[in-house]
């Protein structure tokens, strides 16, 4: 009797552990009833971006009368930049490697190799620019868009001298752009290729030694193809595929065999019956 009793109460306690796990089962369910994915907590990555940012800054020995100008490379390419008279600071920078460049008219451009690390500004030496020995000029001016007349900032602009030499530089957010230290007395190719523009291309003659040529440039906004309705064909400005089509006596003809050198008209006619 004494071992009925036991295992009665064994079965009891079973039960009732079953019962508890099946109710808590049903609780977790409960919860996230009505919910296809997990409720997941929005996280702030504005304070993480600025984190992965840092500041470069530094001070110039000033030149009397001369704007300096501090240009930051990377992998070649500019991306920032800013005029000064002695101290500078460029910041909102992605950390890594750069080449900062440091130039004035009438003195030699200083290069040198720079880090910026992630949240914090890293000081860097003085510098003092070197005048120039042999004669230079200059070339300055404004970009703009012709259709608005409002100027273009951080525009990359490339001049190209007589010997192949690709001199770089940016506009600043009043559009404006300066080349310094240039070769005397050679033209220029001045080209200037810009996302939502058409590419242009300037003929710079050459400038006198220790003077500084003055221009302004206007750039086109390109004309986005014009989006017709469903079954009225190409858009207009848009480009017809390669293919081939038979006259009235069976001969293919490629419009390949016609587009390089002249306008291509079709039509289409159900004939004289």
């Given amino acids: 009797m004494k071992q009925i009793l036991t295992f009665s109460v064994q079965l009891a306690n079973r039960k009732l552990a079953i019962q508890m796990f099946a109710f808590a089962l049903l609780l977790f369910a409960g919860l996230n009833c009505g919910t296809e994915n997990p409720v997941k907590e929005s996280v702030d990555t504005s304070e993480a971006e600025t984190r992965l940012a840092g500041t470069l800054r530094g001070d110039v020995q000033s030149i009397e009368g001369v704007s300096i100008q501090v240009r930051l490379l990377r992998d070649g390419q500019f991306v920032a930049q800013t005029e000064t008279q002695a101290s500078y600071e460029i ?6 490697n750069y080449t900062l460049q440091i130039s004035a008219k009438g003195h030699e451009t200083k290069e040198m190799d720079v880090t910026v690390i992630a949240g914090q500004v890293v000081s860097l030496d003085k510098v003092t620019l070197v005048a120039l020995e042999t004669p ?17 900032g951080e525009v990359n602009l490339q ?61 086109v906004p390109s004309q986005e193809p014009e989006k017709l309705d469903p079954g009225q064909g190409l858009s207009i400005d848009s480009q017809a ?26 039509i289409f006619y159900r004939g004289g019956w």
């Fill in 91 to 96: 910041d909102a920078v992605e950390a890594g």
């Fill in 159 to 219: 001049l190209t001298d007589n010997a192949g030499k690709v001199h770089e530089t940016l506009t600043t957010a009043a559009g404006a752009f300066s080349f310094e230290n240039l070769p005397v007395q050679q033209p220029f190719t001045l080209t200037i290729a810009h996302a939502g523009y058409e590419d242009k291309e300037v003929a710079v003659p050459a400038i006198p030694a220790s003077e500084t040529l003055e221009l302004t440039l206007e750039l």
């Fill in 136 to 152: 230079v000029s200059h070339l300055r001016g404004v970009l703009t868009d012709t259709a608005t007349g409002e100027p273009l």
């Fill in 241 to 266: 595929p390669d293919f081939e089509l038979p006259d009235s006596d069976g001969k293919l003809h490629a419009l390949a065999d016609y587009a390089a050198d002249k306008n291509v008209v079709l």
